[in-house]
């Protein structure tokens, strides 16, 4: 008998992966996902590679023991934060394991009551619990023990209630006032910021707090900074010996430096700036091209490795601003001292020659350390101003030799620009402004003028240059990269795209063109800020990384950041490579690229931490200003669209509210997250991402930032948005397989679900964890 030749079995698709894998009811490993296809050993080292993209894709999780599940999803048995609790009394717990900057909101856990597992856990309390799913997300959490007590320390404000206090968390997680005995209130006043430790036991109502520290500041708008650096660890205080270092730092001589102190370099900054650590200028060269200089503070002269300074800096990873003041990486000494390019005074400096053509293509440079002597220093108002026509006593003197040839080599830039194709994104940015006693004076939109463009393309520039000499010379590099959006990111934006009946192409390679060439298209219709916020929202984020895989973005093969290393710990990197590259033995690096690559994660770890204390006090900032506005009606755009609500930005002051979703009209409503929109299952009535609308203010609270806003009453959407049409309902079957009365398909109507089995009498049904009241 003739033997068959050996037939492989048919390899699956990623989608057949990720579907099985969806399917099982715990995590899987690669080797019951071989078994389960039939793969041979050479089938098995493809579906490693799979594996492997659809990790580095955000398509699925990844546990000890190599275990994977479906992305957004959670284990069977995970580790949880208790949290609060909901609207209806019930305990709500947080995965410890959770990155909401890559995965977004967390998916809601529910904790279900066990009396034979002793007394409940507690908020605060970190425990181990067994989970299952609940419909729509979210999860039941059992108890399995009890990890730790609830956290040693919350951040409070403190209310003086007469023999007793209440502290009330900043977090808006974990808003749930504590009480504290007049023995445990440590001298805390009325309104003021404290530092409060949880005490053991589980008495009814309130749990109770003991205050540790009083931080001094009062609520309010005031509080708002001192709030956010406490409660994202922000450092603020240098180590004695980093303070000693920077204050006894001096001038540089000019020793083997480039002497470029006849050359009239110009520092272009904000108003409000006070440290200046880049000065640029420009003249014609041949056959219609540009020279430039752009001269960088050498802040590596002053900041030796692995020295206090160092250390300090490393740890902060950058400066970080806020309304009312700026917590530095470095010490004042530096950053606003010898660090900082002050006009008509010597400073160190790294610099680098570029040469353009006329088309704004760079084709060489060269990187000289040096002593300069600042011009000036600008404005971008100022410079501005000067270009049209309107120079000051400052300017008047610079317009030919200085000002002219800036803008003339910012026109080539434009051009480069234009042919690699660069993402052009519109993202209005606004300012807090404060007045002299620290309170919101105004909301306004941050001006952009082509001052502002000039020196970004200068910097860009001199950046390109810095990545491209340490790949020539084999330094090791600390890449900016962006990477491309993910295959499932552009499926779900064309599919979004199809409900405003505009066609995306699929296949082929994704560019930032194709992005502004929609942007176009849609320029002139309503809906063109709904689209251009789909578009972010397909983007990936920015990171440092010692590997190069290009910045999407900027459409820049390889990119670095060299140009401020007053305020990122990165461009201080690429200062030091940079310099051993012009002189072997003048600076290092850490050797074990290991070491590098960590690096590289823990500042873009601070990078998105700063942004995040950034951004909570300037909301807090905005909750202050609001205060006095509830009741009041503003236009709004829906900015994020969740299972529990409408995320809102107000057109005037950009100040960000939730519509909570049991307060739109009557309806339930299903969160259709491909197409970023809520449907009404009885009406069809949608709210979708960029949605305008009329809202009214009904609560603000400086204390976290929360802004909680209601739909109009008399609010109907605009015709192009009746036009678009409704979408194919979402229907679900209850959850266990019963239905409702007189519905054979089991669907669900109306505003809820009513309350879950919690006592699991009644086998077979499980509990219902869809509803509008589920937050």
């Known amino acids: 008998m003739t033997k068959k030749p050996y037939q492989p079995a048919p390899f699956p698709s990623r989608q057949e992966i990720l579907d099985f894998i969806a399917r099982q009811p715990g995590s899987m490993g690669k080797r019951e996902i071989a078994r389960a296809f039939k793969l041979d050993a050479g089938q098995k080292i493809r579906l490693k590679r799979i594996l492997r993209e659809l990790k580095d894709e955000g398509l699925l999780g990844q546990e000890r023991g190599k275990r994977l599940r479906p992305s957004g999803s959670l284990p069977d048995v995970s580790v949880l934060d208790v949290t609060g609790t909901d609207s209806d009394g019930e305990l709500l717990a947080r995965p410890v394991k959770w990155n909401d900057e890559t995965d977004g909101p967390p998916p809601p856990v529910f904790v279900v009551p066990d009396k034979r597992r002793g007394p409940a856990p507690g908020i605060g309390d970190r425990v181990l619990a067994r989970l299952s799913k609940a419909g729509d997300g979210a999860y039941e959490a059992r108890v399995i023990r009890r990890l730790s007590e609830a956290p040693a320390r919350v951040l409070g404000v403190f209310s003086d209630m007469g023999p007793q206090g209440r502290i009330r968390p900043v977090d808006r997680k974990n808003a749930k006032e504590m009480i504290v005995a007049p023995e445990n209130r440590l001298d805390a006043k009325e309104g003021e910021l404290v530092l409060a430790q949880i005490l053991p036991g589980r008495p009814f109502g309130l749990r109770a707090a003991k205050v540790v520290e009083c931080l001094g500041a009062r609520a309010g708008a005031r509080s708002a900074t001192q709030i956010a650096i406490y409660s994202r660890g922000i450092p603020v205080d240098f180590p004695p010996e980093a303070i000693q270092q920077a204050e006894a730092a001096g001038p540089a001589e000019l020793g083997s430096r480039t002497d470029l102190r006849d050359i009239p370099l110009v520092t272009i900054d904000g108003a409000d700036a006070r440290d200046f650590d880049d000065a640029v200028w420009a003249e014609p060269a041949e056959e219609g091209g540009w020279h430039l200089l752009v001269a960088i503070a050498d802040v590596a002269w002053y900041v030796r490795p692995n020295d206090a300074l160092d250390r300090a800096a490393k740890e902060r990873g950058n400066s970080v601003y806020f309304p009312d003041r700026a917590i530095h990486m470095l010490p004042e000494a530096l950053s606003a001292g010898w660090c900082s390019l002050r006009p008509h005074e010597e400073r160190p400096c790294l610099a680098v020659h570029l040469w353009i053509d006329a088309k704004g293509h760079l084709h060489r440079h060269k990187f000289v350390r040096g002593l300069m002597r600042s011009a000036a220093r600008l404005t971008y108002e100022q410079l501005q101003a000067a270009r049209d026509g309107q120079p000051d006593e400052t300017t008047a003197p610079l317009m030919d030799k200085v000002v002219a040839p800036l803008y003339g080599a910012y026109e080539a830039f434009l051009k480069d620009r234009e042919n690699r194709g660069v993402l052009e994104l519109d993202l209005p940015e606004r300012r807090v402004v404060l007045d002299d006693s620290g309170e919101v004076a105004r909301v306004e939109r941050r001006q952009r003028f082509d001052s502002h463009k000039l020196i970004e393309e200068f910097m860009i520039c001199a950046n390109v240059a810095a990545a491209e000499t340490l790949e020539r010379q084999g330094q090791p590099c600390m890449y900016r990269v962006h990477d491309e959006p993910t295959r499932e990111k552009v499926e779900t934006l064309r599919q979004f795209l199809e409900t405003l009946k505009i066609n995306l192409p699929k296949g082929g390679v994704t560019r930032p063109a194709q ?212 979408h194919p309902r979402v229907t679900r079957a209850r959850p266990g397989g019963s239905h409702r009365k007189g519905d054979p398909k089991g669907n669900y109507k109306g505003k809820s679900r009513g309350k879950p089995n919690r006592g699991g009498k009644k086998p077979g049904k499980k509990p219902n964890r869809v509803g509008k009241h589920r937050q």
């Open 515 to 726: 992005f502004n060439g929609l942007m176009k298209r849609v320029a002139d219709t309503p809906y063109a800020h709904m689209v251009s916020e789909v578009v972010l929202r397909s983007q990936a984020q920015a990171e440092y990384s010692p590997d190069n895989y290009g910045h999407f973005g900027l459409a820049l093969r390889r990119y670095c950041h060299f140009t401020s290393p007053i305020r990122r710990y990165a461009d201080l990197l690429v200062h030091r490579a940079l310099i051993r590259s012009l002189r072997p033995s003048a600076g290092s690096l850490p050797k074990d690229p290991g070491d590098f690559k960590q690096i590289g994660k823990h500042i873009s770890d601070t990078e998105r931490r700063a942004s995040a204390a950034e951004r909570d006090a300037v909301d807090r900032y905005m909750a202050a200003f609001m205060a006095d506005k509830v009741g009041a009606t503003f236009a709004a755009r829906v900015n994020g669209v969740t299972r529990f609500g409408l995320f809102v930005t107000l057109d005037d002051s950009g100040a960000d509210g939730l519509i909570p979703i049991s307060t739109l009209p009557d309806d339930y409503y299903d969160h259709v997250e491909e197409q970023h929109l809520l449907l009404g299952r009885s009406t069809g009535r949608t709210f979708r991402l960029g949605e305008p609308l009329e809202v009214r203010l009904t609560e603000a609270d400086p204390v976290s930032g929360g802004l909680v806003m209601e739909l109009c009453e008399h609010w109907e959407p605009p015709a192009w948005i009746k036009d678009l049409g409704g």
